[in-house]
């Protein structure tokens, strides 16, 4: 890696200060790059060479780094304040604003991250139905707290860290994603125990899985029927598949919904929306849901702006164009090199791999098949060409990537895939 390198003592000075090199266990394991600068859809590495971004910060950057019309709005808005303790006017347009957008909810709670909302989202459905079980899905990922964290091999979940005990997962069920007839088998044989289904509507986390037809609905229809209560967790599919979501793009509705990443603009904000009798036990104190930050000035000004400007601009439309020519354009030279690429997912979100086997993954025993640790060795290739991608195999677009961006991905993917077949 030393030809892409920036500036070793900055890697020598974060090797100092922060545990792995990182901030956070989700960058492990650590590379040699140190990032200057991002706009738009690319990076800059600090000898000002630029990288079109597809990782866009796990997701958040979905407007490009950097994005005017948010950022001005709350530097505006911080000139007034930033952390009040109390309600203000901003937080409460700001909270309409989210539930114009997701258009099922009828209220929301802000937090500051994914995990949290996640974690409050199953507190809520625990305090609701007094009941234990929550049904989730193997290979997703509902954030990193004690309780939620899994580790997975094929379709079975075990404790991923030192310090999470063993009897933080008794109170999951794991099952496989898109298989509806497990789920009907758990609910027929502990209904009256199941407080909640939790799921990615579409799986990010692990490849790009789609549901399969039915999958959702009948989902929607045994937490209907049982009384439990279904969260979409749509932290990185809100904002990002519709402007309402997973919800809106596959025509099902929750109980409760996560938001987070896309939601602020890049800045640091989540989401718990829901159902209003669901949501008034935070009110009346019954359900906890607490937090120093929730809706400061700046989460707020943040979540206001970037709802407006993806309601007046509706860049839905150029999204998917711009996905879909980056998709086939990614297969194409894949063919054209003779590379056995799979591809798969939606044009905003979707996973590159490669695999032998055309069939869609459809759950986390299927991607496992695919060859993920070529392609996450790969990364580095595309890394050296000028692409930042995820080692997972995701690809996010954002709303300003444009025709400059594709000839330049287009062309750096076929210079990084050459390289990487002629070392086989
Ligand atoms: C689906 C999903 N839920 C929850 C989380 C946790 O969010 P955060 O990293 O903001 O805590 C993530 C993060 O990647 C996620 O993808």
Redesign the pocket.
Known sequence: MADRTTDPTWTERAAKVLPGGVS?N?RLPVNDMVFDRGEGPRLYDLDGRDYVDYLLG??PAFMGHGHPAVNEAVSKAVTKGMVFGAQHTLEIEATEKLLGAIGWADMARLG???????HGALRLARGATGRRLVIRFAG?????YDTVLMNWQGNTGTVASKGQLEHNLADWLVLPYNDLAAAKEAFAQRGDEIAAVIL?PMV??SGALLPVPGFLEGLRELCTDNGSVLIF?????GFRLAYGGAAQRFGVTPDLG?Y??ALAGGW?V?ALAGRRDLMELLGTGEVNHSGTFNASVMAAAAVDATMDWLKENDPYPALEEFGTKLKDGLAEVGRRLGANLHIQGLPMAFHVSFADDDAPATDNASLATLDLARYAAFTDDLAEAGIWVAARGIYYVSITHGQAELDDTLERFEQALGKELARR
């Not at 997703?140 to 990193?144: D, T, V």
């Not at 967790?233 to 599919?237: H, N």
Request: glycine share 14%.
């Open positions: 956070s989700v796990q997701g500051v991250s994914g995990s949290e909302s996640d997703l990922y509902h954030g990193w990615e990010c986390n967790d749509e932290v990185i599919t996560v987070g990443k640091p989540s």
